[in-house]
C-alpha cells in the first residue's frame, strides 16, 4: 500500500483537487489519501472557536457562513448534480458543527477548540472521497478517530500506540476499494471524544 498526504494548499480549491485525482489515478495499487482542511479552512475554524467562546452569536454565525459558502463553492465546481450525495453529506456536517456551537461553552477552551477545528479535515475529506467516487474510483471515506486513539489533553494529545496499531489494522481494510479517504491531525479518546 502507498500512502499520500495532501496538505491544505493541495486541496483549496477545485481544480486542486481535480489535480489530486489525476495523481491518484497513476497508481494501480491499494492507497490510503490523508487529507488535510482546505485551503485557510483551520484558520476560518479558530475564528469560528473564538466567535463561540466569547458567545458572539452574530459573529459565529457569519463566520459559520464563510466556512459553508467557501466549501459549497468547492462543490459546485466539482460536481455537475445538485443532487449528488455529497451535498446532503456535506450540509449534515455543518448542521452538526452548527448544533456543537449553540451549545455553552465548556470550561475547558482546548476541548472546545478541539470539537471544533476537527471539521476542516472532516469536510475536506468527505469531498475528496466523494470526488474519487464521482471520477470512477473505488474510494471509502474512513473516520480516522476510531482509530488514532489518544489520552484527553486536548490540543496535545498523546497517542496510544498499541490500541491505534490494533484499530488501525482492523479498520484500514481495502475489501473492493482500491482507494482509502482519511484526515490527518485526529485523534480521539477511547470515548470518542475528539
Not at 479558530?46 to 458567545?55: P, S
Not at 489520552?151 to 479498520?171: F, I, M, P
Request: overall charge negative; glycine content about 4%.
Amino acid at each position: 500500500m502507498l500512502v499520500f498526504k495532501f496538505g491544505g494548499a493541495s486541496v483549496k480549491d477545485a481544480a486542486s483537487l481535480r489535480n489530486v485525482v489525476e495523481i491518484l489515478k497513476s497508481y494501480k495499487t491499494h492507497i490510503v489519501v490523508v487529507i488535510s482542511a482546505m485551503g485557510k479552512t483551520t484558520n476560518q475554524l479558530e475564528k469560528v472557536v473564538e466567535k463561540y467562546v466569547i458567545r458572539d452569536k452574530k459573529g459565529l454565525a457569519d463566520e459559520l457562513q464563510a466556512l459553508m459558502n467557501y466549501h459549497f463553492d468547492i462543490l459546485d465546481h466539482l460536481f455537475s448534480d445538485k443532487k449528488h450525495p455529497v451535498y446532503n453529506d456535506i450540509n449534515e456536517m455543518f448542521e452538526t458543527l452548527e448544533w456543537e456551537t449553540s451549545k455553552e461553552p465548556s470550561l475547558n477552551y482546548d476541548h472546545d477548540y478541539d470539537q471544533i477545528i476537527c471539521y476542516g479535515e472532516l469536510l475536506s475529506s468527505k469531498i475528496m472521497a466523494h470526488y474519487l467516487q464521482f471520477q470512477s474510483l473505488k474510494a471509502q471515506w474512513i473516520d480516522v478517530r476510531y482509530s488514532i486513539k489518544t489520552d484527553s489533553t486536548y490540543r496535545e494529545a498523546k497517542v496510544d500506540w498499541v490500541r491505534t496499531y490494533e484499530l488501525a489494522n482492523q479498520h484500514f481494510q481495502f475489501g473492493k476499494n482500491q482507494i482509502l479517504v482519511t484526515q490527518g491531525f485526529l485523534g480521539s479518546t477511547i470515548d470518542n471524544i475528539t
